[in-house]
């Protein structure tokens, strides 16, 4: 194999090395540990978790009116990113070993993208080696010239003196080379979404949705979409045992159904227990990477309560190792989406119905709430806001997506709801966390149809329908007003949340339409309450 087309002139490589070798250079050679369940544990060094800020796209005309410019996406010129392309290619001409690991992102074969990993880590070969979708060794044997390679010198920093660089830290993009260029930085995360950030800008341009979310199906093949910010429950509501997982994070929307973009799971893992998430917790075996996690010297075994070196602690492994995984990871035409959030000011209902226009908003807007002790300095309710949640990884404006996802929505009569796992009963501090007895029973009463033809009540500051009955749920739960000691307080932390809601989304609201505009919180409702 020959890898000179990409600059590297370092003959000391391995191609698509099996986990079993790769398990033995992570021992010798980078401080690899293998566990008592068989993973192998590792250490991301300094940065343990992915840096947005040091993210940067090279602004070339072919592509730049596409990108949504600003503080997601930040420019960088030609002559930067060529600068820390030749500086990671030097780095890693100049190691002992290098690997390569060739895979795929999509599992629908019209869509797939070709990806070379060119990394001097073995751990990081591994992690690719779970994250990609794996080829055969036919498909490895034709496998041809990838459509993108990524440089992972993160080993390396980046000299702050290149044009469009800020530190030691730099993660650049070149849509027009197929390159993606990684310094100082060693979190194997910066892998994952650069290939999804990837997957962002190309597919919406064959009319394609891209969506970070995770996806099931039942067994009359109906699939249900979840999307959430970290925290709201998309992860354990989408590990259902009487359904089969398509993909935990990553999948795209074509004329034909969904796709898993990814061949793995990269799972938070903090806290983690057998007892909770017992399909999580039986695939951190034998091929397995854990990345920043506490063993005990002795035994091996993994403290997942420590937090000593991040709470962001991972765990990467084969989709196949989730027992009821669907493979290959494809399924049909979504019947419903589920937009999930976690209110901490005990204001959003349980479950409600959105119109196409109010899902447009709400996945705009992407919101949920840190609540007290979640960050230092958080002492009260935080909103927070992602557009189409996951704005970190966008290429395009959120409406751009906001708009296909509409469309599919439309075309296909899936049915969006908004499904608040956080708080009821009051705010934080003062009322209680919603019963996940509840929000499952909520989420089987959608996959059953039984909340399709309830009669609705509209929220009167919201304007979402409100289901008026759900088996398995006491009716006064789904109006929250209704769960409050004091309506007033109820009135004043709603009318808190719409300002907040209003707020965000002026960001976005030049180039939304009059449909998506109307689906938020009503002004004229939120002024009223003001001015009484």
Not at 290 to 297: H, K, R
Not at 391 to 410: D, G, N
Not at 457 to 480: E, M, W, Y
């Amino acid at each position: 194999m020959d890898l000179t087309d990409h600059g590297i002139t370092n003959r000391q490589f391995i191609r698509n090395a099996s986990p079993a070798r790769l398990y033995e250079h992570a021992v010798q050679f980078d401080g690899g540990v293998i566990t008592s369940s068989g993973a192998i544990a590792t250490r991301s060094g300094e940065k343990t978790g992915r840096s947005p800020g040091d993210k940067r796209i090279v602004e070339h005309a072919a592509s730049s009116e596409d990108i949504w410019w600003g503080s997601v996406n930040r420019p960088i010129g030609a002559p930067g990113f060529a600068a820390n392309r030749q500086r990671a290619i030097d780095f890693l001409n100049l190691q002992p070993r290098l690997y390569v690991v060739d895979g795929y992102a999509g599992w629908d074969p019209a869509c797939q993208l070709k990806i070379r990993i060119i990394c001097s880590r073995p751990y990081h070969a591994l992690f690719m080696h779970n994250m990609l979708i794996r080829p055969s060794a036919e498909q490895l044997e034709s496998f041809g010239r990838p459509d993108y390679v990524v440089y992972n010198a993160g080993q390396f920093p980046a000299d702050p003196r290149t044009d469009g660089v800020d530190g030691g830290t730099s993660v650049g993009l070149s849509f027009e080379s197929g390159e993606f260029v990684i310094l100082g930085t060693q979190y194997a995360g910066e892998m994952k979404k650069g290939v999804f950030t990837i997957m962002n800008y190309l597919m919406p341009k064959r009319g394609v949705l891209s969506m970070h979310c995770s996806a099931n199906v039942g067994g009359d093949d109906d699939v249900t979409l979840f999307f959430g910010l970290s925290g709201t429950g998309k992860t354990t509501l989408s590990a259902d045992p009487r359904r089969q997982l398509i993909g935990d994070d990553e999948h795209c929307w074509t004329s034909d159904g969904v796709f898993n973009i990814e061949g793995g799971c990269y799972a938070k893992c903090i806290g983690l227990s057998a007892e909770k998430e017992p399909e999580i917790f039986s695939a951190v075996r034998y091929g397995s990477v854990l990345e920043n996690t506490v063993q005990d010297l002795e035994t091996r075994e993994v403290d997942y309560d420590c937090s000593t070196i991040t709470e962001n602690t991972r765990a990467s492994y084969p989709i196949e190792y989730i027992p009821n995984a669907k493979i290959p990871c494809v399924g049909g035409h979504p019947k419903n989406i589920v937009l999930l959030t976690c209110d901490a000011f005990g204001v959003l209902p349980p479950v409600s119905r959105l119109t196409p226009g109010q899902a447009m908003y709400h996945f705009i807007n992407g919101y949920t709430a840190k609540v007290a002790g979640t960050e230092v300095g958080v002492t009260e309710p935080q909103a927070t806001f992602s557009a189409c949640y996951g704005a970190a990884f966008l290429a395009w404006h959120p409406t751009v997506y906001a708009e296909l996802l509409a469309e599919k929505i439309r075309a296909h009569q899936a049915t969006p709801w908004l499904v608040n796992t956080g708080w009821t009963g009051g705010a934080y501090g003062a009322g209680r966390r919603m019963s996940l007895p509840h929000t499952r029973a909520i989420i089987d009463a959608i996959h059953a149809g039984d909340l399709d033809s309830v009669t609705t009540l509209p929220d009167p500051v919201f304007g979402l329908h409100i289901p008026t009955s759900c088996p398995g749920v006491p009716s006064h739960v789904l109006t929250p007003r209704a769960t409050w000691n004091d309506p007033h307080e109820y009135d004043a932390s709603a009318r808190r949340l719409a300002h907040l809601f209003h707020g965000n989304f002026d960001k976005y609201a030049d180039q939304a339409t009059a449909e998506v505009r109307a689906g938020g919180p009503v002004r004229e409702t939120v002024e009223a309450m003001t001015s009484g």
